[in-house]
């Protein structure tokens, strides 16, 4: 664990080196443990950085705090937030080459210009409905890759706004309720069209919606709206004013949990090919952490109280190379709280772990007697039918009388006193089953386990079906 913070530490100085490593031929000896690399991690970093000077009042581009959320899911993907940049940065000049007339133009003019170029090039909306909840939807820089039309309303105007900007367009979010607008503002002393103001006159911005079309959206029309949701009159002017960028970053947290809820079967359990990219726990923990980086002030408590056990078990379970994270940015955040001890005993229990020497264990005959599966083994869970691989072994049952007796372990037809095996599953998991329960042990291993297995395994070998172990400080013979 050190180690690698020590290598994250280094963020995007040391990318390039960790790119090679995920790029290693499928031959390497050590494939997977290279593939397993720290890069996420110093993805995450420069996200939470972005997010955390948000929250300390400093201003952060919008096309960077959305961005944050496409570093979770990134691995060895293009997609940092200079490359999102650099995106944004092409779009903006392939405008200009089309337009040439477009720095010049009216703010009017000029709105309605990129809007079209963007839904002509299917960079904002989505193909229909019926893919509205596409958790794919979320990320402005898939949005901007693939196009396609991958983006929801509030990336849409993220989009519109990060590129207006670059063409001396004003334009800023809108907080309207469930469907997020761009306003765009005319120069001080200027309409939208141009026209010089009288002094004491004051202009009056429009409202865009690039997810739906190049058009103007009148003022007179999102009031109706409001009125016919039940919002007082006195209150428009907060829904139809700028809202801001950290309130972007919250809605879409609340997107992502959203799309994640509404579609539950996206739940794709570390695979990251193209059908199932992004993964539904790295998307998750995005939201987690913004949302408890960046709470609504009235409710900031409690909503770091709700995500913190579940941002705690994702580091524990898949992100253990982000303990650093918390410490740094969220033990300061529960200062003077109940949690504050719970917390710095869950980071002390977890460093510890990481630090305390593996005790070895060698195969004697005896013991190879009794336990017959190695390190490496996939199998098939026989009353699960779950996929998993053995990462360690027990000559009997090591755990807790507690724990046997809720899992009903002397109810097995052998009992306590067979081999138990630590397993990596499929789904992220790490259970320990009786030996009794490992069955189909010819079974190659699916694409699931391959993703996951770099931290304990150096490659898979085909001819065995099995993984090259790893782990060789601990288990010296297997």
């Given amino acids: 664990m050190d180690r690698s913070e020590k290598i994250i530490a280094q963020g995007y100085d040391a990318k390039d080196t960790l790119l090679r490593h995920l790029n290693v031929s499928d031959d390497a000896d050590d494939v997977l443990a290279r593939r397993d690399a720290v890069l ?16 300390d009042g400093q201003p952060v581009p919008i096309e960077k705090a959305l961005a944050g959320f496409d570093q979770f899911v990134l691995h060895e993907r293009e997609g940092d937030l200079e490359e999102i940049s650099a995106l944004l940065d092409g779009v903006a000049q392939s405008i200009r080459l089309e337009h040439v ?35 794919r ?6 949005a901007l890759q693939s196009g396609g039309q991958a983006a929801l309303p509030l990336i849409s105007v993220g989009i519109f706004c990060s590129v207006g900007k670059r063409l001396g367009l004003v334009a800023e979010p809108c907080g309207f309720p469930f ?11 200027f309409t939208l069209d141009g026209r010089s103001l009288e002094e004491q006159s004051q202009s009056q911005p429009m409202y865009m919606d690039p997810f739906r079309s190049d058009k103007e959206v009148f003022r007179s029309d999102l009031e109706a709206q409001l009125k016919t949701m039940g919002v007082p009159t006195a209150e428009h002017e907060m829904y139809l004013g700028v809202s801001s960028t950290a309130d972007m970053v919250r809605r879409t947290a609340r997107n992502i949990i959203g799309s994640i809820q509404a579609t539950p079967n996206i739940r794709n359990i570390g695979v990251s090919n193209d059908s199932t ?5 790295s998307s998750l923990y995005s939201a987690l952490w913004a949302l408890l980086l960046l709470p609504e002030d009235h409710a900031a408590p409690l909503q770091r109280a709700r995500s913190l056990p579940y941002i705690l078990d994702n580091i524990e379970k898949q992100f253990t190379f982000d303990i650093r994270l918390v410490e740094m940015y969220m033990l300061p955040l529960f200062e003077g709280s109940q949690y504050l001890d719970e917390l710095r005993d869950a980071l002390r229990v977890m460093r510890a772990g990481d630090s305390m020497p593996k005790q070895v264990k060698s195969r004697t005959p005896d013991i190879s007697k009794n336990v017959h599966f190695t390190i490496g083994r996939v199998f098939r869970h026989k009353r699960y039918n779950y ?4 990462t360690g072994w027990d000559v009997e049952c090591a755990a807790g009388e507690t724990w046997m007796s809720q899992m009903g372990v002397d109810q097995l037809s052998r009992g306590r006193h067979q081999s138990f095996y630590h397993v990596l599953v499929e789904d992220k998991t790490v259970r320990y089953v009786a030996e009794e329960n490992i069955t189909d042990i010819s079974v190659d291993a699916g694409a699931n386990l391959m993703s996951l297995a ?3 395994f150096k490659r898979y070998d085909q001819g065995s079906k099995m993984f090259v172990s790893n782990l060789k400080d601990e288990y010296p013979d297997d």
């Fill in 137 to 142: 939807n979320n990320f402005i820089g898939l």
């Fill in 387 to 390: 996929q998993g691989v053995i």
């Fill in 101 to 135: 007339e477009i720095l010049e133009a009216t703010p009017r003019r000029k709105a309605q210009l990129i809007a079209g170029y963007l839904r002509k090039k299917e960079l904002t909306g989505v193909v229909d409905n019926s893919q509205y909840h596409n958790l």
């Fill in 40 to 55: 996420g991690g110093v993805h995450r970093v420069m996200a939470i950085q972005e997010w955390v000077r948000l929250k």
């Fill in 454 to 456: 770099g931290r304990h």
């Fill in 179 to 189: 469907h997020v607008y761009a306003i765009v503002r005319p120069q001080a002393g």
């Fill in 277 to 281: 990219f992004p993964e539904s726990d």
